[in-house]
Structures are given as C-alpha cells and as structure tokens.
C-alpha cells in the first residue's frame, strides 16, 4: 500500500513515517524541512521522501495523489505564536492549501486522514462569565465528544481562534464532500501530544514553539520558566508512542470502522494545569539532568498578551472523551504524564542537545 504523507517532517509526520515504513507501507514523505527529525527513517529503501514546499502551485499535486492509495495530510502552522503573529497564513496554509489536498482526493476517489486538532472544541462552558454552573468543576463539563460536543470559540479580535476556526471550516467541507460526493475522510483531533521531536527550542530559532520546548530551553540555559497568565489553563498530555498506535490502527482502518469519523487521540487521565506541568518538569530536570551545583530555575508569571502579543486567548481546560477509539479500535493510550516527561526530556537533553545545539548535557548521576 502506497501512503502519501503531507508534513511528514514534522513532529507527528517523522515518527507516523517510521512507524509505516517499518510497518511494511511504502511511502512519499512530503514536506518544506528535511531535517534531524527524518533521521530515524531515512535512507528506508520504501521511502520517497520530496522536499517540497505545497504553495508551490506548479508541483504537480494531482499526480502525487493519483498514484497513492492512501493520504494523509499533516500540514498546518501548529503553534499558538503563529496564530498570532501571522494568522492570514495561518488561514491560507491550515485551509485553502489544505483544502486543495482534499479536493485533489476527492478527484481521484482517494481517502484521505487529516489531522485536525482538539482546538476546535474552543473553551469550555464554565469558562463563560456569568453562566453560572452549579460546579464548574465537574470534568463533564471539560469533555469533549466528537459528534456530541459544542464547539465555542472567543470572538474575532482574539485571532488565536483562526486556528482553531481554519481546521473547523475544513473538517465541515470535509464532511460535505462525504456527503455529496463520496469523499471517504477520517478526521483527527489530537490532544497535546509530547515527545522527542516536538518543536525546535526557542532559542535555535526565530519561533514561538509550544509550551514544552519553553520550559525545556528555560531548564536547559538556567532561565526563568513563565507561566502565562498563572498557568492556571489545563491540558492532557499524551505520548507520541500511544498517538502513533492509535492512528496506525485509524491508517488500518478495520472493516471500514473509520471510514467518515472524527476521532479524538488523547489521554483523559493525563490532565494537568500548566503551572503544574512546570513544576513537575523541573523536578525531573534536578532530579535527572541537571549538573553538579546546578540551582533550580524560577518559575514567573505573564500576561497572555504580554507572551504572545495583542489577540491571545486561550482554551481554558480540555479532556478528551475516547470511547470512540476505544470501542471502534480497541486503542487506550498507556503512557503517564511523568513517565512520557522523562523520555521527552532525555531525548532533549542529550540527543537534542548534542546533534542540534552542539553541546552535551551530563546527567548528576555521571
Ligand atoms: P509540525 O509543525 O511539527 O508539523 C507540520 C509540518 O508541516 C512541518 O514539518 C512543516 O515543515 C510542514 N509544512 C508546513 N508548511 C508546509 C508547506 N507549505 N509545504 C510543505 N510542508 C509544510 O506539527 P505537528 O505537531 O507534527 O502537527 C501535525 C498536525 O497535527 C498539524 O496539522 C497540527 O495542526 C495537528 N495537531 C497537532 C497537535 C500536537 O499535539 N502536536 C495538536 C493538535 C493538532
Ligand atoms: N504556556 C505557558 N508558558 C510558555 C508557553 C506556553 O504557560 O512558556 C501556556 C499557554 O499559554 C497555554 C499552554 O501553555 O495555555 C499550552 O500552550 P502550547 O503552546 O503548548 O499549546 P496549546 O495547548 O495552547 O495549543
């Protein structure tokens, strides 16, 4: 089976193209970067791998789709600074270039997995002033479904929600051209996945990464960890090893269980406020990683808009409800917050460090 993989350069794409390759599919690999994180899979003698940039309109896309059996399209700007510094190219990649994937599978009869995000279920209703819910806390109320959940996004001038609104708009043209014309999609939504390859640190690059690379170069070069806005918003974290099986087995795809579903991948039990997930990467980091003598960073605070600049909003709390994968797939993630940080962080401090910035970290224990 030939797979045909948009955005398999990066974080998700790398280790969903090992995963295939050593599952026996062959594969064209389709992205801008080719860098240290196709290391584990290149060279595969089943691997086609095309750096490539899809804005391009010349480079013949039709083709590529035409000669595949299956494609699935990662590509996305997927960090919040981006929402914010750039949000009509958030748009125009995450919907009109993404759109053109679609549309070109839906000429050649094609199906297609695109990987949307759990950032289209929005806020929660308790996160509503003045709603008034008798206990806001209640987990229900954090939940989200994929053919049951609301979907409630701030209000336009918080252009963080573009993100968020591209990915919603292309999942229901998706379900459109499922409807009128035959396109056989399944939908992804994942929830914060972690582990080694996500995001570049800040500091190698012009670029705002997602909140586990911060605190990551923060610990890595003794620098304050900031918590946004008290870092009272909460996350579940999962293990890219767990997201990965979960969506070999939507790729597999059983006596057509997934054919036109949306999945949420996700760990419910792994939920955690950010100021939380601070604190425990930082023990791990003295405990694990840090060098004789080394002092515990600080943690501090700051503004949303102060971060990230004018038009930041955030999701407040969101727990995956997985009884689809679960029921459909027989998927359950395994992998526990503090075991999925270590790994993470290993990989970082050494791997990382050595092959990216140049320098090896030596553990206390050394
Ligand atoms: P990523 O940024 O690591 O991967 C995206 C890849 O797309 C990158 O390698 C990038 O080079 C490539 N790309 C961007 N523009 C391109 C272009 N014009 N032409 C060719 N390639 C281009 O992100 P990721 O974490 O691997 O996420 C993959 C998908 O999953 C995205 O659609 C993202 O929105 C979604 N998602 C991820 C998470 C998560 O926890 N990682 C959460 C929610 C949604
Ligand atoms: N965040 C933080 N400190 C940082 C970077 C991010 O407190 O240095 C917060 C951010 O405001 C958000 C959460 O961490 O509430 C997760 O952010 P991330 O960028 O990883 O992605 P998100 O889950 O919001 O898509």
Redesign the pocket.
Known sequence: MRVLV??A?????SHLCRRLLESGYEVTA????RDYKVRSFEGHPALTYIT????DHAWPLDAYVRDSDLVID?????NPGLYIRIPLEVFQ?NFI?NLRIAESCVRHGKRLIQ?????VYGRTVASIEGIGLQDPEDPRHATFSEDRSELILGPVCKHRWIYASA?QLLERVLHAYGLEQGLNYTIIR?F??IGPN??FLPDERDGIPRVFSFFMDALMHGRPMVLVNGGRQRRCYTYIDDAIDCTQRIVENPGGVCDRQIFNIGHPGNEVRISEFAVMMREIYMEKFARRGERAVEIVEQSGEEFYGAGYDDSDRRIPDITKARTLLGWEPKWGLRAMLEATMEYYVNEYARDVLGSHRIPAEA
Request: charged fraction near 25%.
């Open positions: 948009f955005g350069g990066g974080f998700i794409g389709v992205d801008v970067r490539q940039d899809i804005r990662l590509i996305a700007h997927a990649l270039e990987f949307s995000t759990c950032e990915k994942p914060n996945f996500i995001d």
